[in-house]
């Protein structure tokens, strides 16, 4: 049986093969600034947490059509907590900083639909599969300033994911090879375990709880982009 990771593996090499291996005529880069709105489920468990996002995008135009294929990754963070305390190594008496982020990654084989790029204002629809990590990390030191005395990962979970939107690109030069891109996401995936940032508390004893919530990531995803048409 497949794991979650491994159908995104599979996800991703069969966007690929339909990338023709002939040169591009027309390939373009973009990066992508997103936050995610949790809606339904995920609104239920996390609650009116915002999921900002920051990616790169590369799309491949198949010469004589209106579709664009290509392949989207971006990292976010959806919560980072601070925690002090000296009961964290037994006979220390000191205060340490505990600095505990919240993070996700998406990998995603991208499909545009854009029946023209001439327009003003050029419409697009898109689609987007693949998959989706989520990851909480903590690191242990001194001070603000100080090396991290320990580190480590302490949730962390994979799930497919798929996202479904529409978007305008406009030109901003006249040789029209830039562009910013206005776009909206319905987003969603598989159930996963994960914190936020009031997941991890500390007992009268010091010791830390995780209390890990599980549901998938449904999200409005509003988007802004640049993206550059490479000669």
Not at 49 to 59: M, R, S, T, W
Not at 68 to 84: C, M, N, Q, S
Not at 162 to 186: C, H, I, P, T, W
Request: proline share 4%; with cysteine.
């Amino acid at each position: 049986m497949l794991t979650a990771f491994n159908k995104c593996v599979v996800v991703f090499l069969l966007v690929i093969s339909l990338i023709p291996i002939s040169i591009a005529q027309e390939i373009s880069g973009a990066v992508n600034l997103k936050v995610g709105v949790p809606i339904g489920g995920f609104r239920s468990e996390a609650g009116g947490v915002l999921l900002p996002q920051i990616g790169a995008e590369g799309l491949y135009h198949l010469e004589g059509t209106a579709i664009h294929l290509g392949l989207d990754v971006a990292y976010g963070r959806y919560g980072t907590d601070l925690h002090r305390s000296n009961a964290i190594f037994p006979g220390v008496n000191q205060n340490f900083r505990i600095r505990r982020n919240n993070n996700f990654m998406t990998f995603l084989g991208v499909v545009r639909f854009m029946p023209r790029q001439d327009l003003a204002f050029s419409p697009f629809l898109e689609a987007k599969v693949g998959g989706i990590h989520t990851f909480t990390r903590s690191s242990i030191r001194e001070d603000r300033v100080s090396e991290s005395i320990a580190s480590g990962t302490e949730v962390y979970d994979w799930a497919l994911t798929y996202q479904l939107g529409a978007g305008l690109m406009r030109a901003l030069n006249s040789s029209k090879d830039f562009f910013v891109e206005f776009k909206l996401y319905y987003v969603n995936t598989g159930e996963m375990e994960y914190l936020t940032r009031r997941g991890a508390t500390y007992d009268a004893g010091g010791d830390l709880i995780l209390n890990t919530l599980t549901s998938p990531f449904q999200m409005v995803q509003p988007s802004v982009s640049f993206r550059y048409f490479f000669p």
